[in-house]
Structure formats: C-alpha cells, structure tokens
C-alpha cells in the first residue's frame, strides 16, 4: 500500500545530520521507498505543499509554502498559491468539499 512520509525538521547540527541522512539513505529502499523530496530548495518546498494538499492537510500546505515564500519572495506563484490553499481551507472548515481552483 502506498504512504507518504512527511518529515518537516530542524537542523541543529548540520554535521551531524549529513552523517544521519548518509545513514538512512538507503533504509526506504530496503521496503520499495524512495525520497521525493530532500532538502529544501524552494521546489522542495513547493512539492511538499502540493503534496499535503493532495492530502487534504491545508493548514500544512499553507505553512510549508510560506516557508517557500520567504525563500524566494520573488516567486509569482507562490502568492495565488495561497489564495487557492487559504479557500480551500475555509470550504474544508465549513464542511464543504474543497474546489481545486
């Protein structure tokens, strides 16, 4: 059955965590996994909303692409992305299936 592994971290010790991620690499690949998204260059950022919107988790989405926008306030999309995120949140909370435009 096919899962998502979300991981929203903070590095404290980037040493230490390139040697973690070294280490843990090659564990989704033992169970027929594989990283989508590691790192988080704006696109990461970008791709992990998405993918909690595909998800139904808005609040989520609206958090990791205001991350994406303070990234890089220069991109575009990212404004009209949340607009869309923000209705879709407001038709989840009023009970009502969300409208993907």
Same mark, same amino acid.
């Given at each position: 059955?096919?899962?998502?592994?979300?991981?929203?971290?903070?590095?404290?010790?980037?040493?230490? $965590?390139?040697?973690?991620?070294? #280490?843990?690499?090659?564990?989704?690949?033992? *169970? &027929?996994?594989?990283?989508?998204?590691?790192?988080?260059?704006?696109? &990461?950022?970008?791709? #992990?909303?998405?993918? $909690?919107?595909? #998800?139904? !988790? *808005? +609040?989520?989405?609206?958090?990791?692409?205001?991350?994406?926008? +303070?990234?890089? @306030?220069?991109?575009?999309?990212?404004?009209?992305? !949340?607009?869309? !995120?923000?209705?879709? !949140?407001?038709?989840?909370?009023?009970?009502?299936? @969300?409208?993907?435009?």
């Amino acid at each position: 059955m096919p899962a998502y592994v979300i991981a929203d971290i903070e590095v404290l010790d980037p040493v230490a $965590y390139e040697e973690y991620k070294r #280490l843990a690499s090659p564990t989704p690949a033992q *169970f &027929g996994g594989r990283y989508i998204v590691r790192g988080a260059p704006v696109q &990461g950022w970008k791709t #992990l909303a998405h993918t $909690y919107r595909k #998800l139904g !988790l *808005f +609040e989520d989405a609206i958090r990791v692409m205001e991350q994406a926008r +303070e990234m890089d @306030p220069s991109d575009e999309t990212i404004p009209r992305n !949340l607009d869309l !995120l923000r209705r879709m !949140l407001e038709q989840q909370e009023q009970g009502e299936p @969300p409208a993907d435009r």
